[in-house]
C-alpha cells in the first residue's frame, strides 16, 4: 500500500510506510503524545549505541546516508518493532517533493472522501503507520495526527494520497 504526494509540487513522489519501520526517524505513539517512559528507554538504547558505534567508528570509515536507514538493530530494538506503535514526520516527505510556495492547502484523498487541510499544518503532522507492530492494512496506509494531539482520538485514517493545492 503506498501514499502518493502530487499536485503543485516540482517532484510528485509515491511514499511505502511499510519501509519506515527500519527508518531512524520514526517515533513511538508514547514519545509523541506521552512523552513518557519510553523516551529514556530510548535513550538508554541509543546511548549504548552510541558507545558500540564509535568504537566501530575507530577502526573503519562509515559513509553517512540521509535518510538514516542502516543502522544494526540491537536485540531490544528487534522487540519494540514487533510491538510498538509508531508514527513518522511528514516534514521531510513534503521537503523532498517541494511544494509550489503558493501552495496554502492540501488534499488529503482517503476511503471515506477527502479532506482539506492547511499546507503548514501537514507539513507539522504525522502519520501513524504501524499500530502493535503490525503495519495497518484495514484502515491504512497511515493515518495523519496533528503534532499537537488534537485529533488523537480520531485521526484521519485511509489515506491514499495527499495533493497540494
Do not use: C
Not at 145 to 155: E, Q, T
Amino acid at each position: 500500500m503506498i501514499v502518493q504526494i502530487s499536485g503543485q509540487v516540482k517532484f510528485p513522489i509515491t511514499l511505502d510506510p511499510t519501509v519506515w519501520i527500519f527508518d531512524d526517524r520514526k517515533l513511538t505513539y508514547d514519545e509523541v503524545f506521552h512523552n513518557s517512559q519510553a523516551s529514556s528507554r530510548k535513550e538508554e538504547a541509543e546511548d549504548e549505541l552510541k558507545r558500540k558505534s564509535l568504537r566501530f567508528d575507530r577502526e573503519m570509515y562509515q559513509q553517512k546516508i540521509n535518510p538514516p536507514v542502516n543502522k544494526s538493530l540491537t536485540r531490544a530494538e528487534k522487540e519494540l518493532i514487533k510491538t510498538e506503535t509508531f508514527l513518522m514526520p511528514i516534514k521531510p516527505f513534503i521537503h523532498t517533493s517541494e511544494p509550489d510556495p503558493k501552495v496554502t492547502s492540501a488534499v488529503l484523498v482517503t476511503d471515506e472522501g477527502d479532506y482539506s487541510i492547511d499546507a503548514d499544518e501537514l507539513g507539522e503532522s504525522l502519520l501513524l503507520f504501524s499500530k502493535s507492530g503490525k503495519p495497518l492494512k484495514e484502515d491504512g496506509p497511515v493515518h495523519l495526527y496533528f503534532k499537537d494531539g488534537s485529533n488523537k482520538d480520531a485521526p484521519i485514517t485511509g489515506i491514499k494520497k495527499i495533493i497540494f493545492e
